[in-house]
T-cell receptor, first 113, second 115 residues
Framework: KQEVTQIPAALSVPEGENLVLNCSFT??????LQWFRQDPGKGLTSLLL?????REQTSGRLNASLDKSSGRSTLYIAASQPGDSATYLC????????????FGQGTELSVKP | DTGVSQDPRHKITKRGQNVTFRCDPI?????LYWYRQTLGQGPEFLTY????????KSRLLSDRFSAERPKGSFSTLEIQRTEQGDSAMYLC?????????????FGPGTRLLVL
């Protein structure tokens, strides 16, 4: 059974710092991995999707890496801003392109001005 | 707005009542998913459809829960005889599987509170 774990559960950093969020999964037979952002009381916004054959994806100040063999992914946020404060969730998809997502419990990020 | 929409956004009900939620996916998306999220946790998969066919149901989806997607467009999730443990955010997502990478796009969610 696939299990996804995110560490740390919460993180507080001063504005401008670079930071790394971690995600690990127990079954390396994944189709792809997706990182989401969730603001309090809101739905999920997709940030990056990495296919199992890829090592990393970049979008603006965000960079996500994937090491499938070790069951790990990281989300790197450069030059953090207060507007980055949110909960970040990683989710893995097993099976096919349209399969269900298995989520971690999230990392709650707070960026202090 | 061409994103995923959900209705209602908030629902307060008394224990034992039935509730129904609606999800309208992004137009042309053939897969539609339902997830449930409790406070401080990541979303948990409930069920998903490809067009009108329900392809998978989680064990979390007890007999009190039923989901439909009758014409392969919008979907409804009904909870019968609600219990306090059903209080959660119910999230809907859609994706296009025949092309692209299958990215799931989420709606704003329906927050249910059972008193």
């Amino acid at each position: 059974k696939q299990e996804v774990t995110q560490i740390p559960a919460a993180l507080s950093v001063p504005e401008g710092e670079n930071l790394v969020l971690n995600c690990s999964f127990t079954d390396s037979a994944i189709y792809n991995l997706q990182w989401f952002r969730q603001d309090p009381g809101k739905g999920l916004t997709s940030l990056l999707l990495i296919q199992s054959s890829q090592r990393e994806q970049t979008s603006g100040r965000l960079n996500a890496s994937l090491d499938k063999s070790s069951g790990r992914s990281t989300l790197y946020i450069a030059a953090s801003q207060p507007g980055d404060s949110a909960t970040y969730l990683c989710a893995v998809r097993s099976g096919d392109q349209g399969g269900k997502l298995i989520f971690g419990q999230g990392t709650e990020l707070s960026v202090k001005p | 707005d061409t994103g995923v929409s959900q209705d209602p956004r908030h629902k307060i009900t008394k224990r034992g009542q039935n509730v129904t939620f609606r999800c309208d996916p992004i137009s042309e998306h053939n897969r539609l998913y339902w997830y449930r999220q409790t406070l401080g946790q990541g979303p948990e998969f409930l069920t998903y459809f490809q067009n009108e066919a329900q392809l998978e149901k989680s064990r979390l989806l007890s007999d009190r829960f039923s989901a439909e997607r009758p014409k392969g467009s919008f979907s409804t999730l009904e909870i019968q005889r609600t219990e306090q443990g059903d209080s959660a955010m119910y999230l809907c997502a859609s994706s296009l599987v025949t092309a692209g990478d299958g990215t799931q796009y989420f709606g704003p969610g329906t927050r249910l509170l059972v008193l």
